[in-house]
């Protein structure tokens, strides 16, 4: 069963305070690997797919990466406006297209 | 260029009810997927369109059904209602819903069941 595990579920951080949030997925062929933040009240908003171990892509002041078996979102010197809650999702070459499968997020906070 | 689209952004049902949502995806985009968020089990897939076919059911009951139109727009459909069905429901359009597509994510459908 495919599945996707987020941690911290929780973390704080100082302004400029620099740090990783993790993904762990298990699948039985990767076909996508999706990064999303949702502030409160909205829906996810895009940020990146990874498709293979070994790549990384960058927005501002977020860089994901993948490996074979989790994804990191490295968050570099973020600000207050970077507050959300960060979701990783995968989906499966074995036979779900259009059906995402999430993790329960990271929450992320970061104090001026 | 319009983002995705659902209507109503609220909602308040009576348990037993039957209620409608609708979703207009982005122009061009034929898959639309439908999610359920609640705070103790996150997002979870309840179904996908493709060309007004449904591609891909995730496990729900019966009672969650959905359609889509000729013109890709999107409606899904609660009959009698559980308070467990009060939930964020969000819907997301891509060019195909293949993994080579992103995702994008309407503003969802807050609805609370009474």
């Known amino acids: 069963e495919d599945q996707v595990t987020q941690s911290p579920e929780a973390l704080r951080l100082q302004e400029g305070e620099s740090s990783s949030l993790n993904c762990s997925y298990t699948?039985?062929?990767?076909?996508?690997l999706f990064w999303y933040r949702q502030d409160p009240g909205k829906g996810p908003e895009f940020l990146f797919t990874l498709y293979s171990a070994g790549e990384e892509k960058e927005k501002e002041r977020l860089k994901a990466t993948l490996t074979k078996k989790e994804s990191f979102l490295h968050i570099t010197a973020p600000k207050p406006e970077d507050s959300a809650t960060y979701l990783c999702a995968v989906q499966d070459y074995g036979g779900s297209q259009g059906n995402l499968i999430f993790g329960k997020g990271t929450k992320l906070s970061v104090k001026p | 260029k319009a983002g995705v689209t659902q209507t109503p952004r609220y909602l308040i049902k009576t348990r037993g009810q039957q209620v409608t949502l609708s979703c207009s995806p982005i122009?061009?985009?034929?898959?639309v997927s439908w999610y359920q968020q609640t705070p103790g089990q996150g997002l979870q897939f309840l179904f996908e369109y493709f060309s007004e076919t449904q591609r891909n059911k995730g496990n729900f009951p019966g009672r969650f059904s959905g359609r889509q139109f000729s013109n890709s727009r999107s409606e899904m459909n609660v009959s009698t209602l559980e308070l467990g069905d009060s939930a964020l429901y969000l819907c997301a359009s891509s060019l195909a819903g293949g993994g080579e597509a992103e995702a994008f994510f309407g503003q969802g459908t807050r609805l609370t069941v009474v």
């Open positions: 122009s061009g985009h034929r898959s």
């Open positions: 699948v039985s062929g990767l076909r996508g």
